[in-house]
């Protein structure tokens, strides 16, 4: 008898190891895939939240519009892009670029208008922006203190090749009552950069996606003026 019961036990333990492995299993199978499954749908839910959070972000488009006197839209369109920019366009960038980048003024806030101008003309991996950068360090214009005024007057602008212009200038300098008088030309080599409406600042400040990257400047044979 008693080993009868014996046996009917070690029955019923058997009987409850197979029943744990089996449900163990039945887990595996079916409920850890599940599981498996909702957490994805979840990191999925994750990344379009994402996307649509940078669908929303604001962007640039710019629009050309047409009005009559009254202000009323006459027509409306998506402005397109375009590798073509005038010829006058492009020698007022060269007179523009070279009354920035050698004038000197007393106002600092307006300096440095100037000078945030003049660099985003340039490209920032060439031999201009290395120009510029010497330029600003040694130029007396910028070790004076203040105390030198400089005003550029463009005395002409002509096309040298098809990536060049050159400028003719005089640089007017202003050190308490004495004025002198300098003059330069500038051979200027330029490229059209690729033109993006993401950034309102760079449209701002450089609208026709010009960027200069060589600066030749030497000083012209003519007899400087020196008023006391």
Excluded at 22 to 33: C, E, H, I, Q, T
Excluded at 77 to 83: F, G, H, M, P
Excluded at 108 to 124: A, C, F, G, N, P
Excluded at 134 to 150: I, K, T, V
């Amino acid at each position: 008898m008693g080993t009868l019961r014996s046996l009917f036990k070690r029955k019923e333990h058997r009987d409850s190891v197979t029943l744990y492995t089996f449900a163990s299993s039945s887990y595996m199978r079916n409920v850890l895939p599940l599981i498996m499954g909702l957490g994805g749908i979840a990191l999925g839910f994750v990344s379009l939240g994402y996307l649509l959070l940078l669908h929303k972000e604001p962007q640039v488009i710019p629009y050309i519009v047409t009005v009559d006197k009254q202000g009323s839209v006459i027509a409306s369109d998506r402005l397109q892009s375009s590798k073509e920019i005038p010829e006058t366009a492009l020698a007022a960038f060269m007179c523009d670029f070279i009354e920035k980048a050698f004038s000197m003024c007393q106002d600092s806030s307006l300096q440095r208008e100037y000078i945030r101008k003049v660099y985003s003309m340039v490209d920032l991996e060439s031999q201009a922006r290395r120009y510029l950068d010497g330029f600003y360090n040694d130029s007396e214009l910028f070790r004076s203190g203040g105390n030198l005024l400089a005003d550029v007057k463009i005395d002409s602008v002509s096309r040298l090749s098809n990536n060049s212009f050159q400028v003719d200038y005089s640089v007017i300098t202003q050190r308490f009552d004495e004025i002198t008088e300098k003059h330069f030309k500038s051979v200027l080599s330029y490229r059209i950069g690729s033109i993006s409406f993401d950034n309102v600042e760079e449209i701002r400040l450089n609208p026709l996606s010009v960027l200069i990257y060589e600066i030749r400047t030497s000083k012209k044979l003519v007899k400087e003026m020196n008023h006391e």
